[in-house]
């Protein structure tokens, strides 16, 4: 029999993405292999956002150089953000793989029906459903618009219809995605929005919690936290990335609003929703940064005390108003300094946020085992491990804390 495999990096989106190639491929008749090595078809699923992860997929491709010389037959396909619209430069610089696709398409090499519903056959507790593809925000940073294209919204009845079935098929969490789901139809004809999409899906029997990300500060709607407020399944968590403290450096990102925008926004959230959880990303070392201009950064996530920061060293990625603009002008040992002041503090943060849960009960949704232990998340989105001999995947269990971290929890389940 034919074996695939997938190798995937990068954000939610290629996860969900490698799901669905997975599926169609065993549709196809094919059968997962064991490692890269036994399979017939390589399929690497990349990532450009940041240097580090497309030197990650360049090396691996390289590596695959071995295996298919010694196995000629071998097929290697590469999807992602890698993939750009210059296809022949792509195979130029990458000889070894057969083919190239477009993030999201499907493998046109291959001959098969229905590639728009495939969905995992036995999908996790939680699964990822993409509800948008493409950003038309154009950040002066970001090479996803350029690698995804512009907006496009699917409809609310489709989307509606994949829940139901993932939820039939085991699901009980869903997260909705898209690299903007703020901007979530305003394509499509009749003008929904995000907030529609969530009060059709809240009624769906069986489905117990709905996540969704990323989102833009200048796209999030009143009616949008309203709705999240009061839909008994929305969870009260938000990843709301803030990238910069400073109006000037968020100005040259092309973020569209201001630091005391951003303050507002968040002010409103924490009052309608005051058990709200909330992440952001940051990115140091953007070109011209100055040294007070991060101070503005670092004094910014002091102030709102998020759950987490992702944070990120600019690095340049070619074609983006940036690469071609803007000088790469902050050295590197500089950017490795702000990022690791914005680690240490963000742990500080962090430590004294989870130690509130100390000695408390949270339900949590059991996702998998991890190692000798359970791995479960809590509605506001934290990592609660736990130990117990009972097969609890899938299951809603209450858990009472006994250790916090930074990172994540772990307790006891209730007796």
């Known amino acids: 029999m034919t074996k695939y495999h997938i190798w995937t990096i990068g954000c939610q989106m290629n996860k969900a993405e490698s799901e669905r190639l997975g599926s169609y491929f065993e549709e196809l008749g094919y059968e997962i292999a064991d490692s890269a090595a036994e399979a017939d078809l390589i399929v690497l699923n990349s990532c450009v956002v940041r240097q580090h992860a497309e030197n990650r997929v360049v090396n691996k491709l390289h590596a695959l150089k071995t295996l298919k010389k010694a196995n000629p037959k071998l097929t290697l396909a590469v999807t992602g953000c890698l993939v750009n619209a210059d296809t022949a430069g792509l195979k130029e610089r990458f000889p070894q793989v057969d083919h190239f696709f477009r993030p999201g398409e499907r493998p046109q090499w291959l001959e098969g029906e229905g590639w728009g519903q495939i969905l995992p056959r036995n999908p996790a507790p939680c699964s990822y459903v993409p509800i948008i593809q493409g950003c038309n925000n154009f950040c002066a940073y970001c090479i996803v618009p350029y690698r995804r294209g512009r907006e496009k919204s699917r409809p609310i009845a489709e989307i509606a219809a994949e829940v139901r079935e993932l939820v039939g098929r085991g699901t009980r969490e869903v997260t909705l995605l898209g690299q903007n789901v703020d901007s979530y139809g305003h394509d499509l004809p009749d003008k929904p929005d995000l907030a529609d999409l969530l009060y059709k899906l809240n009624p769906i029997e069986g489905l117990w919690r709905i996540r969704f990300l990323t989102n833009h500060p200048k796209d999030m709607s009143p009616r949008l936290i309203e709705a999240i407020a009061k839909l008994d399944k929305v969870c009260e968590q938000l990843n709301l990335p803030v ?88 050295p590197p040992a500089e950017k490795k300094r702000r990022l690791g002041e914005v680690e240490i503090l963000q742990e500080k943060i962090a430590t004294e946020i989870n130690a509130q849960l100390q000695n408390k009960a949270v339900e949590v949704l059991v996702e998998a085992k991890a190692r000798d232990r359970w791995q479960s998340r809590a509605r506001n989105g934290k990592l609660v491990f736990f130990n117990d001999n009972t097969d609890r995947r899938g299951q809603l269990v209450n858990i009472r804390i006994e250790k916090t971290s930074p990172w994540s929890l772990q307790g006891k389940v209730e007796s």
């Open 243 to 330: 990238q910069a403290g400073s109006d000037e450096i968020l100005k040259a990102m092309k973020r569209g609003y201001t630091i005391e925008q951003y303050r507002r926004l968040i002010a409103e959230i924490r009052n309608r929703i005051p058990e709200i959880a909330l992440t952001t990303d940051v990115i140091v070392g953007f070109p011209s940064e100055t040294e007070e201009q991060f101070r503005q950064t670092a004094d910014l996530l002091s102030e709102l005390r998020f759950d987490a920061v992702h944070v990120a060293a600019y690095s340049p990625r070619p074609g983006t108003y940036t690469a071609e603009k803007l000088e790469d002008d902050v």
